[in-house]
């Protein structure tokens, strides 16, 4: 879950932590973990690392003129790093309406067997329209509920804010059709990593990589469908 980018939990993170060390005088270093917050939509704002290290580097020299111990200070902040720099390539396989009074659905060929956060807890992840057409691409916006390809009622893309099963309807731009992209921005951390791997029967999709010249390079090939099941064993009774 992490401390967030308020500089008043780091400051108590930071004193909790060193009140320990101080406890155990063999303590050369002090992790303090990551959990930095990553401003994914537009309207989010990611931590600013100067204001919540401030107060900790004050903590840090008072630990020393107090004990006159110099400990070491290790973060994690793998997810501030690279959350925003990978993104999930998606088909729209169907649009469906549920009349005047419902929804407008997008179907996409993906979900959360590659992105679980939004059905976990409600996580938002900017959704782009490329439509096929350049006309299409000039239409006014339109609103829409992304939902993955799995057989499960909480396969939702667009979920409300920390509501994982409250719908909410997504302004795109332009009306969608079946075979425009979507692209599913901020997904760089904890995406790959902790999907739904094979579920439904899904084998893992492929991952490219864009290198400093531009170019795209393959990095993990798209599994074949036969390795779902390459590592089952026969079993037959009685024999």
């Not at 409600?122 to 799995?150: F, N, W």
Request: charged share 20%; proline share 6%; hydrophobic share 40%.
């Amino acid at each position: 879950i992490g401390s967030g980018s308020d500089p008043a939990v780091w400051t108590r993170v930071a004193g909790l932590s060193l009140g320990l060390c101080e406890l155990l005088p063999s303590v050369t270093t002090l992790n303090l973990g990551g959990g930095y917050k990553v401003g994914r939509m537009a309207a989010e704002k990611s931590t600013d690392l100067s204001t919540v290290g401030a107060p900790v580097k004050a903590a840090f020299e008072a630990f020393a003129d107090r004990t006159g111990r110099q400990l070491a200070l290790e973060i994690e902040p793998g997810t501030f790093l690279v959350a925003n720099s990978g993104a999930l390539l998606t088909t729209v396989q169907d649009i469906v309406g549920t009349g005047s009074e419902g929804h407008e659905f997008l179907k996409l060929d993906s979900g959360m067997t590659e992105l679980l956060r939004p059905s976990l807890y409600g996580a938002q992840h900017p959704l782009v329209l490329v439509p096929r057409r350049q006309s299409d691409a000039e239409a006014e916006a339109h609103s829409y509920i992304a939902v993955g390809h799995c057989c499960e009622s909480g396969d939702l893309v667009t979920p409300a804010p920390d509501e994982p099963e409250t719908l909410l309807a997504r302004a795109l731009c332009g009306a969608a059709a079946i075979g425009d992209l979507c692209v599913v921005e901020g997904a760089g951390a904890y995406c790959s990593s902790m999907c739904t791997k094979n579920y439904n029967s899904f084998p893992e999709v492929a991952e490219v990589m864009v290198d400093l010249a531009g170019v795209p390079r393959l990095i993990r090939r798209r599994q074949p469908v036969e390795q779902i099941w390459a590592n089952e064993v026969p079993f037959m009774p009685g024999l």
